[in-house]
């Protein structure tokens, strides 16, 4: 049986590994400055918890399709991260899914918190994540049978503490787009006081 959320899940993670979270406004920028490759590597490994939070399956219905489904889907999930602390998603993600040909318009309003998350990053670097005060993603996406576009907002922020007595806070404003019909990707904004902007 065909999942179109497993889709948008994994397209939401995806975005994570080149930009960042959200919240309803942008938390200041303090304490300790991380490194251009230790922002990297931190959204690196928030993304895998991220896939295992968010919403897998689209609601299921008798018999064959001739009209999108609609989807309103409220959540509130958790999941534990790999050294300690848990990374919770709430929201909601409304539109309509053809479960046949997964052919879907919809628009996510998610809050992610973390509480004592504890990552490391490929350099070994151990991170210990609280909501400062939370991550949201806002945003659209279009699916279509071979094609996906859409666009992510996030702002917010977090507090973070390393194993190398490092500390601060870090706050985001990031806006991502995307289109697979011309493999491209645009992102612009800052995280944890960096600009960031599509090189292309």
């Known amino acids: ?10 397209l939401t993670s995806l975005t994570l590994l080149v930009a960042a979270c959200s919240g309803d406004s942008v938390t200041e920028t303090t304490g300790d400055m991380l ?38 889907e409220s959540f509130n999930e958790s999941a534990p991260c790999p050294s300690g602390g848990s990374l919770s998603v ?28 504890g990552v490391t990053t490929a350099s070994l670097v151990q ?8 991550i949201n993603i806002a945003g659209d996406m279009s699916m279509s049978e071979t094609d ?8 917010g922020g977090f507090a973070w503490v ?9 706050g985001v404003n990031f806006d991502v787009s995307f289109s ?3 493999q491209s990707g645009t992102y612009s904004g800052q995280i944890c006081g960096q600009a960031v902007t599509d090189p292309s």
């Open 1 to 10: 049986m065909r999942r179109p959320l497993r889709l948008v899940t994994a």
């Open 162 to 170: 390393t194993d190398d007595e490092r500390s601060g806070t870090c």
């Open 180 to 182: 697979s019909a011309s």
């Open 127 to 134: 991170f210990t994540l609280n909501g400062e005060p939370d």
């Open 35 to 72: 490194s251009e490759q230790e922002v990297q590597e931190l959204f690196t490994a928030l993304s895998a918890i991220n896939g295992a939070v968010l919403p897998l399956a689209a609601p299921q219905a008798a018999g064959p399709q001739l009209t999108p489904i609609p989807v309103d």
């Open 90 to 117: 709430s929201g909601n993600i409304k539109g309509t899914v053809d479960d046949e040909t997964f052919a879907a318009d919809l628009e996510f309003d998610l809050t992610q918190d973390m509480s004592n998350c």
């Open 148 to 155: 996906f576009s859409g666009s992510l907002s996030y702002t």
